[in-house]
């Protein structure tokens, strides 16, 4: 079946740092991937996406291409900032008859002042 | 309010009740997902529906009952809780395959 792994965490990061997350995945066919971000006491919310090999999925300074030949999805981000503190989750949705969505178990990012 | 909502927020119930979960979504998207998130686990499915009266298990439904009579209503039933079953449960909607998920903020449950 479909599976989706994550780096562990936490991480910590001083401000203005780089961030990598890593994910990589198995699955057939060819999915869409995701990454969604969950902020204390919050449901989870989209952060980027892309649907095809290739695609580069961007949004508030964050990105993660989408690579067929390696089957990961890193997410990266320039310099972080304190409320980037959240967790990460990523996640494919399946391309078969009936959409399933897997999740890794999620990274939890803590960027420090 | 548009949206996609779940109550309760919170709810302790002792082992052996049956307690319903409620989801609702304004959208009238196709897809729905019931997800349970633990510690060490990430978010596990536990049930999903593609449209009205078409429900499938996924990865951990044991002691888990769904319905989906009409499009916007997503009930999840424990039909005899155990402690086991403590847990942050997350409904979520999408309105297709390739499209986000939506989710709800969440129902912390604790089974004593």
């Known amino acids: 079946g479909d599976s989706v792994t994550q780096m562990e965490g936490p991480v910590t990061l001083s401000e203005e740092a780089f961030l990598t997350i890593n994910c990589t995945y198995t699955?057939?066919?060819?999915?869409?991937l995701f990454w969604y971000v969950q902020y204390p006491g919050e449901g989870l919310q989209l952060l980027l996406k892309?649907?095809?090999?290739?695609d580069k999925g961007s949004n508030k300074g964050f990105e993660a291409t989408y690579r067929k030949e390696t089957t990961s999805f890193h997410l990266e981000k320039g310099s972080v900032q304190v409320s980037d503190s959240a967790v990460y989750f990523c996640?494919?949705?399946?391309?078969?008859?009936?959409?399933?969505?897997?999740f890794g178990t999620g990274t939890k990012l803590q960027v420090i002042p | 309010d548009a949206g996609i909502t779940q109550s309760p927020r919170y709810k302790i119930t002792e082992t052996g009740r049956q307690v319903t979960l409620m989801c609702h979504q304004t959208?009238?998207?196709?897809?729905m997902f019931w997800y349970r998130q633990d510690l060490g686990h990430g978010l596990r499915l536990i049930y999903y529906?593609?449209?009205?009266?078409?429900?499938d298990k996924g990865e951990v439904p044991d002691g888990y009952v769904v319905s989906r009579s009409k499009t916007e209503n997503f009930p999840l039933t424990l039909e005899s809780a155990t402690r086991s079953q403590t847990s942050v449960y997350f409904c979520?909607?999408?309105?297709?395959?390739?499209?986000?998920?939506?989710f709800g903020q969440g129902t912390r449950l604790t089974v004593v």
């Open positions: 979520a909607s999408s309105e297709n395959r390739n499209t986000e998920a939506f």
């Open positions: 699955a057939t066919g060819y999915p869409s």
């Open positions: 892309a649907t095809k090999a290739d």
């Open positions: 996640a494919l949705h399946d391309s078969g008859g009936y959409q399933k969505v897997t």
């Open positions: 959208w009238s998207h196709s897809y």
């Open positions: 529906s593609a449209a009205a009266d078409i429900t």
